[in-house]
């Protein structure tokens, strides 16, 4: 069973940056499709960014182009999450997650391995 745990949230002012990671057990990330998604309250789950297996195509959110980008470290089994120029709507909780079927997706739906989330506040 994939286990999957993020870290490196926190509070940073507007225009700063963080790095979020999410670290995999109980099988190879490189397998899966794998994402980070982002709730903020009162608001429906949302997806931010995927890389797919093999080949790792990336994807993002509009709202996130140019200022995210995704990585993997499959030496390390972790997935990251660079994150510049934030903004207050970037504040939510951010969620790793995995899939293994159907194809990469921003659509967290289709995802069947979560991690327990990380919070990003973006305030002054």
């Known amino acids: 069973q994939l286990q999957l745990v993020e870290s490196g949230g926190g509070l940073v002012q507007p225009g700063g940056s963080l790095r979020l990671s999410c670290a995999a057990s109980?099988?190879?990330?490189?397998?899966?499709?794998i994402g980070w998604f982002r709730e903020a309250p009162g608001q429906e789950r949302e997806g931010v960014s995927y890389?797919?297996?093999?080949?790792?195509?990336?994807n993002y959110a509009d709202s996130v182009k140019g200022r995210f980008t995704i990585s993997r470290d499959n030496t390390k089994n972790t997935l990251y999450l660079q994150m510049n120029s934030l903004k207050p709507e970037d504040t939510a909780v951010y969620y790793c997650?995995?899939?293994?079927?159907?194809?990469?997706?921003?659509?967290?739906?289709?995802?069947?391995?979560w991690g327990q989330g990380t919070q990003v506040t973006v305030s002054s």
């Open positions: 997650a995995a899939e293994s079927a159907g194809g990469p997706s921003l659509n967290p739906r289709i995802y069947r391995y």
């Open positions: 109980g099988g190879s990330l490189d397998r899966y499709d």
């Open positions: 890389i797919a297996n093999g080949g790792g195509g990336t």
